[in-house]
């Protein structure tokens, strides 16, 4: 079946640095990703919509300044958290859709536990 | 935002059990999905029913699609210690681009 990868599992940092994090489909070329973040004991939240070779889509109340999304390829798409602090401190799962419309599945990556210090 | 809220928000049970999930949601939907997270980790697709299905069933599991209502259940029997985690309805959006926007979800905790 399709998977979808995401790098660093687990990444901690000190505040002010950024960190990346990759989502890569390995089996299949997707145009949409999404990303998601998840605070301890709380749903999804979508943050953002990924477009390869286009600017991506942010949901209200999310920074595009503080949390850059680029999707390069048709298989990577990258989300850094900027000059981070403890409060972006978060769960981050990314989504890669393959197919068209709402007859493609979607399929998530395993996620990415940032810790700022 | 979300979409839906999942009721109840914990849920806690002895092996064997039935566990019973509800979830409702707002707008028009093509279809809706379960999914169950273990805790730290990424998310497991359970369960999809489109809008035109009622019910629908895999191994112990059994979704009901309720339209005019907007709600759907995820119904475990049989539980099993294993299926200890937090389970989320999810629907898609109508806009270009089918971001699946989550419920709250419920946690489950079964015993044995």
């Known amino acids: 079946g399709a998977v979808v990868s995401q790098h660093p599992s687990r990444v901690i940092c000190k505040s002010g640095t950024s960190v990346k994090i990759e989502c890569r489909s390995l089996?299949?070329?997707?145009?949409?990703m999404f990303w998601y973040r998840q605070f301890p004991k709380q749903s999804l939240m979508l943050m953002a919509t990924?477009?390869?070779?286009?600017?991506?889509?942010?949901e209200q109340g999310v920074e595009k300044d503080k949390f850059l999304i680029n999707h390069a390829s048709l298989t990577l798409s990258t989300l850094t958290v900027t000059s981070a602090h403890p409060e972006d401190s978060s769960f981050y799962i990314c989504?890669?859709?393959?197919?068209?419309?709402?007859?493609?599945?979607?399929?998530f990556g395993e996620g990415s536990r940032l810790t700022v210090l | 935002s979300q979409q839906g809220e999942e009721d109840p928000q914990a849920l806690s049970i002895q092996e064997g059990e039935n566990a019973t999930m509800n979830c409702s949601y707002k707008t028009s939907i093509n279809n809706l999905q379960w999914y169950r997270q273990n805790s730290g980790r990424g998310l497991v697709h359970l369960i999809l029913?489109?809008?035109?299905?009622r019910e629908k069933h895999s191994g112990r599991l059994r979704v009901t699609l309720d339209t005019s209502k907007k709600s759907s259940s995820l119904l475990i029997t049989a539980s099993r210690a294993a299926d200890t985690a937090s389970y989320f309805c999810?629907?898609?959006?109508?806009?270009?681009?089918?971001?699946?926007?989550f419920g709250k979800g419920t946690t489950l905790s079964v015993s044995s």
């Open positions: 089996d299949f070329q997707a145009t949409t």
């Open positions: 990924s477009n390869e070779g286009s600017k991506a889509t942010y």
């Open positions: 989504s890669a859709h393959r197919g068209q419309g709402d007859t493609g599945e979607l399929f």
């Open positions: 029913i489109r809008s035109n299905e």
């Open positions: 999810a629907t898609a959006r109508v806009q270009a681009g089918t971001a699946l926007i």
